[in-house]
């Protein structure tokens, strides 16, 4: 099993193909980071082409149906992101949960369906402000991660190898506002046990990633801290300016 520091980009929905150019260059560096694991989500019109672009990073898409195929316009099987070159899929990010409508049910279904067709999974959980002002951040969090965790034995052959989760406060997305160590520290640990409490030891193995307004200056102090794993970065995902600092603060020493 990998336990090497997983440092993730997410691209949401920016870029053409004129940002492959800084996937080449985060690609060209992270080949210098063997203990690394580095990976990029662009959005599904680029997944194609990067794939093509990079050889020591992963590729991965940034949402999927349950379904593998049928009547679902505009939406993408886990099979035609396998199809296309991805290597893994975030499913239940909050842009998602919330712009969607997507339940834990309907994130489950999804890393269900990626994980069974051999791609691998980040699932992201997170609380909103209100939730965290009304000190429910925990429950909430635990809830979410319940309901969303993949189960049976066709998708759970792939953990923890191929699921990670990623914890990613709603209120710390895209706003500069990045989490507590401690809190963030506090929340991996509950979301561990109920990594546990879903797959016994192999729960103890699934990577926990933090996101929510990484950036150089923070990297290093989240991605020391007990129970994290690596970071799922946005903003600071689109350059290899600003994403190389992140992968560097995961702590390898680069080979030449
Ligand atoms: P930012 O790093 O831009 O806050 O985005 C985090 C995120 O949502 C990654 O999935």
Not at 149 to 160: H, I, N, R, Y
Not at 212 to 224: D, F, K, Q, R
Not at 234 to 239: I, R
């Amino acid at each position: 099993m990998s336990t090497r520091p997983y440092i993730v980009g997410n691209w949401k929905m920016n870029g053409t193909r004129a940002l492959l150019a800084e996937a080449r260059a985060i690609d060209r560096s992270a080949a210098r980071y063997p203990g690394i694991q580095v990976a990029l989500a662009p959005p599904a019109t680029l997944i194609a082409a990067l794939r093509e672009a990079v050889s020591a990073i992963g590729v991965g898409g940034q949402d999927c149906h349950a379904e593998a195929k049928g009547a679902f316009t505009g939406d993408i099987a886990a099979v035609q992101l396998k199809d296309a070159g991805a290597d893994f899929v975030i499913v239940g990010h909050s842009e998602r949960r919330a712009g969607h409508g997507e339940s834990d049910a309907i994130v489950k279904a999804k890393a269900e369906a990626a994980l069974e067709c051999g791609l691998g999974v980040i699932l992201c959980v997170g609380e909103s402000l209100a939730e965290r002002d009304g000190g429910h951040a925990e429950t909430i969090v635990a809830r979410q991660i319940d309901g969303s965790l993949p189960q049976g034995d066709a998708a759970t052959a792939g953990v923890p190898e191929r699921l990670a989760v990623a914890y990613e406060p709603v209120w710390a997305i895209g706003t500069g506002r990045v989490a507590a160590v401690e809190d963030v520290v506090a929340m991996h640990a509950v979301l561990r046990e109920r990594l546990i409490a879903a797959y016994g030891d192999a729960g103890k193995d699934v990577r926990i990633l933090y996101g929510g307004s990484v950036n150089a200056s923070n990297a290093a102090a989240l991605l020391e801290a007990e129970g994290v794993g690596g970071a799922l970065v946005g903003g600071a995902s689109l350059t290899a300016e600003a994403f190389l600092p992140i992968v560097a603060a995961a702590g390898d020493e680069p080979v030449d």
